[in-house]
């Protein structure tokens, strides 16, 4: 094949094994060989014909075991002579990396891309692409786990389940896929106007007003009654056994004259009655909806609220609409018009969006600016499929920000504004209408799937002829096959399953839709094969690079324009590229890499401590997971440079976050690129609080997860993985000291030194960011007493000291300081971004010949000063792209 | 069928074909043997116990022994369960990795030219052997909170032959459904079904051999996985056809309610276990169990990562509740095992043998795998404490048990021999 293409680089591979410095032979000579030498040989080990370099797995395990031995501090043995714990720090720090090295040397695929099938995210988005539908994949296992991207393939295994997953998955987007094309072009709508609340409440204030009096005059025919003298001994032992008047009063019916509580209108309906009369006694928060039916506006729209009664009964907290069942699947325009009152304080402007209240996914927060004298309307795109077709997924609320997303947290803000007003929290926000139209997809096109299929998708036309059959089902499998046509005796055996199907009594569509799931579990569907039948390396295809650059940059199979473009051509191919990159579809790239790549699954590990910090409610937390991926997304669009992730004089926030950071400027509903002040540590990832959130466990902060976290992702110095065995330092469990004193004990021990040297001062460089990313000048802690209570007598405030030094390295002042330094290691960053980036692409482990590779790419992006879609340009023009 | 079959036989050596009797040439199931069955089970949790409270005095050991903290919810069986210490799998380095290699022993740098490896666990290699007369050879329960409980990779604690990772069932509902529920069509159409399915297989075959072609060795490696799950159907299919006139079970237990999470789900895996074992469903289950929304549904708000590296104060505390609750599942599971009687008048559980533990002992250590075995089954004795040369092999204990319950395994991942101190 000749090639057009003019390779970048050169592909020499000199890869050294990994080896032990020689100068460690000092330590095993000193204190290991007298027992594990040519004289001794305990436990059968010996040291000094051990080999420094690492070239076989004998030779590592054997290394393991002395890692292994050290960390764990069996060896040297308690009563021998101790290493001096520098030496053995240096000793365990460079082992750990070696074995590191080791491991990927010897796990090496030498550039070999095994063959692997779509992941789950592949596998969905090739559905989408095919059929023009998103089904939740959610049953299919999940990818990686082993630490390395979902996309590599030798981690993707098969199994007899998945089989058949595949195909109920297929069946079931064919199924969605036919709803889709019949509804096509369905349009729907309905209106709600938000004063439909007000005489509900109107009626439940008066309902609560008259059941307080009646539950009174109860309340006093019982006391009467348990006044008489003749009672006095049952009464006397009722008020013994139940001390509690309302639980005294619930025993009514064992006072002889009490009266039921039922002819004073309070009935349970078969529980007991009395419990209804005692809680009308309380009439709760009748103060508070007395207070909503006197706000002005009440008569022409709605305002959100607290929960005060159970949703049920009455709901001023949230308005939910229910999409009617019988609406169909596609695509959806939710619009509101809402408001807040001209006092509101700012951080109460917050609406949320969301499906199911109860649950309270929160799917997008706004801020209302409108005024009610001139409301905004919002308008929020939605799509409803087949997995919405019950109420808890069909149900679409709308509520303040932060108002209810846990019964805690409400009661909370509830209780504290009582203490406050005596009434509860002030309302704020206003709604005067919603709507929900069901919009329709006639003017899209027809998905490629079903173009090629060219069938009649319902049962009211005639059975389709067998040679039409038989030529859909080959055009089909074609499209699904992204271009490859199906064997003919494949094509035959789907014909036959259509007949069995058919026999069997199927309608045509029925046996249509089975028969076509089939092809979405064959392996053709659910692989990327590049055969090479002489297991020669060779060039892929044009049509391989089109759908290795489509899965990579979309997830997803290339499109028509992609598979006919010869990307053999080196401008063809910057300019598909770019195609691609721009495209809403490059989101299924961002997304998932992005993720993987900055370890954000911590992220959605733990929940905040909201009594702590009560302004990172869910509505912060969304809009903070979404700044890190809208800032990689602004970055890759405008092709600014990854240095920006390092230090930047700029944020991609929006209104919640603006808000949460102080920050002013955010004109639009998304978000934008917003200028820093001078002197803000906000601007690239160290001054995201997401990035903080994941660097804490949602309560106190771990300067060991972020300085771990920076020296992975940022400064491609990554620690050895958490070792095995180290013994863990507990004589300061309960002791009152601030981070810094607890953490300096990782120094004294040689096993702990050995990493935490290293990590350790990067956390304190950012303390200034609480565990919520908030910035703090002061920290605190609290000791627990014999009961695990807070002592709040043993609470010790510290001024946050970011001041630390590198480990063989510079020293910083604060966390600008830090920051600075950070930003001047961008090799090191894009290095380790290139390193993911080809992981991820070629779907293997980066090896040691990878190495011209790695420094082809950052030369060629530093030509571009780090231009980020530059690294992507210089990947996917190399040989190993083009390479099977 | 022929070609079909045949091809299974020449496409690639690693594929060999069923037994002729696995594969449905009888009509019906293997008549009761008068003696009840053997059974095992293991149950495994991520992220280890409290080491200060979970593990017995290690001077007190043989039938003398005390119960921990951690374990003194099974005080009403200890005479029935032994606890044994020192034993570990020398490969194990990863250190958050509580499962993959419990039941394997298997290294994973074993294949140079590649970062992961595993092989068989002990509970298929069971499977093999006592799993041929039942609807079932073996279940695997897993959870939808694998991923934050501190398993490592897998799909749920079993490893098949190769060492690939076998699926498990995620949650009860969907264990209910496959050990009870019967299709309610007719036999006539069930017998298309099953016919269209192998359709199916048929179709997917013809388009796999076509794939096929010309790849490159790794990669018709990768494609045997496909091969191999086309047979795993294929012998479930004949499995399906053998048991196709034999009703599924009548459930024991009611149908759990969807949603399940934490300690409820474990409390409702434990009965189904109970129940697919009593209707003689299977005789081979593993259960990887939940950690992350085991301490939700207590109301612990530590992350359970976080918790495995307690120090004391609200992690330790929230570590030993975590280790009282299990203990206490545990104990409930023992119940019903031992109410649960047999025709001969024994009860179930005189026969199954169970285990119970990690990988992970605590924080990151790997040693001392907290291990504890009941159920009369593999003959062990019972009532113990073992403490064993630290650094035994995991596998040996494993070993063990599948001696006892009659299966011929010569070694099983890095074993080194049976551990003569629990045979009985």
Redesign the interface.
């Known amino acids: 094949m000749r090639r057009l293409l003019v390779f970048l680089f050169s592909s020499v591979v000199l890869a050294a094994d990994p080896a032990m410095p020689e100068k460690h032979r000092a330590l095993f000579k000193e204190h290991c060989v007298s027992c594990h030498g040519p004289e001794k040989q305990k436990g059968k080990f010996r040291v000094d014909d051990l080999p420094l370099a690492i070239t ?2 004998e030779i ?2 054997k290394w ?1 075991k002395v890692l ?1 031995a050290m960390n ?1 501090g069996d060896m040297p043995p308690e009563d021998e002579k101790q290493p001096p714990s520098i030496a053995k720090a240096d000793f365990l720090d460079d082992l750990a990396n070696v074995m590191v090295a080791a ?2 040397s ?5 550039g ?1 891309i ?3 099938r779509l992941n789950r995210r592949e596998y969905k988005n090739t559905l989408r692409e095919l059929l023009g539908v998103e089904i939740n994949v959610a ?1 299919l ?2 990818d990686g ?2 630490g ?1 991207f979902d996309t590599v ?3 993707l ?8 997953q595949y ?1 109920a998955l297929g069946r079931e987007a064919l199924e969605e896929a036919f709803a889709w094309q019949t509804a096509a072009s369905v349009t729907k709508k309905l209106h709600y106007e938000g004063e439909t609340t007000t005489p509900k409440v109107r009626d439940f204030v008066k309902y609560q007003i008259d059941a307080r009096e009646r539950a009174q005059k109860w309340v006093k025919a019982v006391d009467d009654a348990a006044a008489k003298p003749e009672n006095k001994e049952i009464v006397a032992k009722l008020r013994a056994e139940f001390p509690n008047v309302s639980r005294f009063r619930r025993e009514w019916a064992r006072i002889p004259g009490a009266p039921n509580p039922r002819t004073f209108g309070f009935d349970k309906k078969g529980e007991n009655d009395a419990d209804l009369a005692n809680d009308s006694l309380g009439a709760g928060w009748l103060k508070y909806h007395e207070y909503y039916t006197q706000m002005p506006d009440v008569d022409r729209g709605a305002y959100l609220g607290i929960q005060t009664r159970h949703p049920a009964e009455l709901n001023v907290n949230y308005i939910e609409l229910l999409v009617p069942f019988d609406w169909p699947v596609g695509d959806y325009i939710v619009r509101v018009r809402a408001a807040a009152v001209k006092d509101a304080p700012a951080e109460r402007r917050f609406l949320d969006f969301g499906i199911h209240a109860r649950t309270g996914k929160v799917l997008n927060t706004y801020e209302i600016t409108g005024t009610m004298e001139n409301p905004q309307t919002i308008e929020i795109p939605l799509t409803l499929t087949r997995a919405n077709l019950s109420r808890d997924n069909r149900s679409l609320f709308f509520r303040e920000k932060g108002s209810w997303d846990t019964n805690e947290e409400g009661n909370r803000k509830r209780a504290e504004a009582v203490k406050r007003n005596g009434i509860g929290p002030e309302l704020v926000l206003w709604v005067d209408w919603i709507e929900v139209e069901r919009v329709s997809n006639a003017a899209k096109p027809v998905p490629p799937g079903f173009a090629a299929l060219k069938l009649p998708l319902d049962d009211k036309s005639p059975a389709p002829a067998a040679a039409e059959l038989h030529a859909a089902f080959e055009r089909f499998a074609t499209e699904a096959f992204r271009g490859t046509p ?2 003919a ?2 094509v035959e ?2 014909m ?2 259509y007949d ?2 058919r026999k ?1 009594g199927d309608k045509p569509v029925a046996a249509l839709k089975e028969t076509l799931s ?1 092809v979405l ?4 569907f ?2 990327l ?5 002489d ?1 020669k390396r060779r060039f892929l295809t044009h049509e391989e690079l089109a759908t290795r650059l489509s899965y990579f940059l979309w997830s997803a199979p290339p499109d028509v324009e992609l598979r006919k473009s010869d990307l053999s051509k080196p401008d063809v191919l910057i300019t598909q590229t770019n195609r691609l990159l721009d495209d809403p579809r490059s989101e299924g790239f961002l997304t998932a890499f992005v993720h993987q790549w900055l370890g954000l ?1 911590r992220i959605d ?3 905040v ?1 909201r009594a702590l910090y009560p302004r990172f409610d869910t509505g912060t937390k969304v809009a903070a997971k979404g700044e890190i991926h809208e800032t990689i997304a602004h970055i890759l669009k405008h092709s600014a440079s990854l240095r920006d992730l390092l230090k930047a004089d700029y944020v991609i926030i929006n209104r919640v976050l603006a808000h949460y950071y102080g920050i002013h400027g955010v004109k639009g509903e998304g978000y934008e690129k917003v200028s820093l002040p001078k002197g803000s540590p906000r601007g690239g990832l160290l001054g995201m609080a997401a990035i903080h959130f994941m660097g804490g ?2 309560e106190r902060t771990s300067p060991v997860e972020r300085g771990a976290w920076v020296l992975r992702k940022l400064l491609h110095d990554p620690p050895p ?6 013994p ?1 330092i ?1 004589r ?3 002791k009152v000291l601030t981070t810094q004193e607890r953490l300096l004990a990782h120094q004294e021990d040689p096993q702990c030194a050995s990493c935490h040297r290293k990590i350790d001062p990067i956390g304190f460089g950012l303390e200034n960011f609480d565990a919520a990313g908030q910035w703090r000048t002061e920290d605190s802690y609290t000791a ?1 007493d014999a009961n ?1 209570k807070p002592d709040p007598k043993s609470t010790k405030r510290w001024p946050i000291q970011p001041a630390a030094t590198f480990f063989k390295g510079p020293s910083f002042t604060d966390f600008f300081a830090l920051r600075d330094i950070i930003a001047s290691k961008s090799n090191a960053f894009a290095r380790s971004f290139s390193e993911a980036l080809i992981e991820f692409a070629l779907g293997r ?1 980066i090896g040691f010949r990878d190495e011209p590779l790695i420094d082809g790419i950052i030369n060629q992006a530093g030509k571009k000063d780090l231009a980020m879609r530059e690294f992507i340009h210089a990947l996917v023009s190399s040989k190993e792209f083009h390479t ?1 | 069928m022929k070609t079909r079959r045949h091809f299974l036989r020449s496409s690639t050596a690693l594929i060999t074909l069923p037994a002729l009797e696995s594969m449905g040439f009888r009509a019906f199931a293997a008549p009761k043997t008068a003696a009840p069955p053997n059974r095992m089970v293991f149950l495994g949790f991520g992220w280890g116990v409290t080491n200060e409270t979970w593990f017995p005095d290690v001077k007190k050991t043989g039938a003398a022994w005390e119960l921990s903290e951690g374990l003194k919810p099974l005080a009403r069986h200890q005479k029935d369960i032994t606890v044994v210490q020192g034993c570990s799998n020398k ?6 990795w509580g499962s993959t290699f419990w039941l394997t022993g298997a ?1 994973r ?2 294949e ?5 490896h595993n092989s068989i666990s002990a509970d298929q290699v069971a499977a093999a052997h006592l799993g041929k007369d039942t609807r079932y050879a073996s279940i695997q329960l897993n959870t939808p909170d ?3 409980s501190g398993h ?4 749920s604690l079993a490893w098949d032959l190769r060492g ?4 498990g069932v ?1 949650n009860p509902v969907a264990a209910f459904h496959r050990l009870f529920s019967n299709e309610t069509t007719p036999l006539s ?1 069930r017998q ?1 079904m099953l ?2 399915k192998r ?2 297989l ?3 075959l ?6 096929q ?7 018709i490696d ?2 045997d ?2 091969f ?3 047979r ?2 294929e012998v ?1 299919l004949g499995k399906d056809e053998q048991w196709l006139s034999v009703p599924k079970a009548k459930s024991p237990v009611a149908e759990p309610k969807p949603g399940l999470a934490g300690k409820e789900e474990i409390k409702v895996m434990y009965d189904l276990i109970v129940a697919a074992l009593q209707t003689d469903s299977t005789r081979v289950l593993t259960y990887r169990q939940p950690v992350g929304t085991l301490l939700q549904s207590l109301d612990i ?3 359970p ?2 918790m495995s ?1 307690y ?4 992690r330790m ?1 929230a570590s030993q509740k975590r280790d009282a609750t299990q203990s206490e599942l545990l104990a409930g599971l023992i119940d019903k095992l031992k109410a649960m009687k047999e025709a001969d008048g024994t009860s179930l559980f005189d026969h199954v043998a169970l285990a119970y533990g990690s990988n992970i002992r605590t ?5 001392n795998c907290p291990t504890v075995l009941t159920g009369g089954g593999a003959k062990l004795k019972l009532g113990q404490h073992l403490v064993l040369p630290k650094d035994t092999p995991l596998c040996n204990v494993w070993l063990t048990m599948l001696h006892g319950l009659g299966v011929p395994a010569e070694r099983h991942g890095d074993s080194s021999g049976v551990v003569k101190e629990l045979q009985a």
Do not use: C, W
């Open positions: 076989n797995v590592a395990e393991q292994n764990s491991r990927r010897l796990g090496d695929q030498k070999v095994t063959m692997r049953e296992p999940q786990g082993s390395a393939g030798s981690n295994f098969m199994s007899a389940n998945q089989i058949e195909q199906p064997p005796d494949y055996r789907l036959r399953l069995v199907r069997a089939v579990a064959s392996p053709m659910l692989y094969a590049e055969p090479s039948p297991d699954d590990f733990f929940e401590n466990n949602g993985p958490a070792p095995a065995n180290v863990a507990t300061l469990a309960g627990l695990g482990p099977k | 490969f194990a380095n990863e250190a958050h290294n740098y074993a140079p030219g590649q970062s992961f694998a991923q934050n490592g990779p897998g799909l690939k990772p076998v699926a995620e159409e298309a016919a269209q359709s199916v048929d179709a997917v013809e388009d796999a051999k076509r794939l072609n010309g790849l490159t060795k790794t990669d990768k494609l996985e496909y191999q799950s086309i795993d159907i479930r708000k530590v992350a990562h976080d590296h120090s004391p104060g609200d505390a924080i990151h250590y790997l040693d």
